[in-house]
């Protein structure tokens, strides 16, 4: 896990194997991402925000959260929860099929998100994406944000493309392997790298 002694190594790694980087990095300022330690109600989060906007997603959130109750986003919860009760917080019948199986293969210990910790980041990835509605980069967002993996590298996330266009000057926004390639000085801290990005 990203400690803070790890954070300055990677900052340090980072500056020294990539001169782009080292200009971001000087413009961002400190590496300052809070880790979530609610793991499931970040995915029910990650969820609830796909293809929305935010401000939309934080309103969903927030009736979500008042309709769980005071025991707040448990799988427990939300698996009581029927169909129409998520639709009424404004839920999609897609996405409120997608947290109900979420919750069901939490509850039923299909993922079991006490000890994902211990799995390594392509097993986290495999348990993950056999919910409905999580795929792979939703399971990579979790990897960075909340189990604070150092080497995580979401090459299909729109933020980190669109950072990598405009900071390597390229004319359009690069594919799998355009952006792998870029990405291999910042092994082995890509999660750091790709946050840089995002802030950029």
């Given amino acids: 896990k990203l400690t803070p002694t790890r954070i300055e190594s990677a900052r340090r790694h980072l500056r020294t194997a990539d001169p782009v980087l080292k200009a971001i990095i000087d413009a961002v300022g400190p590496y300052t991402l ?5 793991r499931f109600a970040m995915l029910v989060r990650s969820i609830v925000s796909q293809q929305i906007s935010t401000s939309a997603a934080r309103a969903i ?3 979500l959260q008042e309709l769980a109750g005071p025991e707040g986003l448990t799988a427990a919860n939300l698996v009581l929860l029927t169909t129409d009760e998520l639709r009424s917080v404004g839920l999609s019948p897609q996405k409120a099929a997608y947290v109900t199986d979420l919750a069901s293969k939490v509850n039923d210990g299909t993922v ?3 000890r994902i910790g211990r799995l390594s980041d392509e097993q986290v990835v495999e348990r993950l994406t ?3 509605g999580i795929g792979r ?3 990579q967002m979790f990897l960075i944000f909340s189990l604070g993996r150092p080497d995580v590298f979401p090459h299909e996330d729109l933020g980190v493309r669109t950072a990598i266009r405009d900071r390597y000057g390229l004319p359009e926004l690069p594919d799998k392997a355009t ?3 870029i990405a291999a000085p910042w092994r082995p801290y890509a999660s750091v790298a790709s946050w840089y990005c995002w802030r950029s």
């Fill in 61 to 63: 959130r927030k009736r």
């Fill in 34 to 38: 809070r880790f979530e330690r609610d």
């Fill in 130 to 132: 056999q919910v409905k």
């Fill in 179 to 181: 952006c792998h390639a």
């Fill in 137 to 139: 980069w939703t399971a």
């Fill in 112 to 114: 079991d998100l006490r």
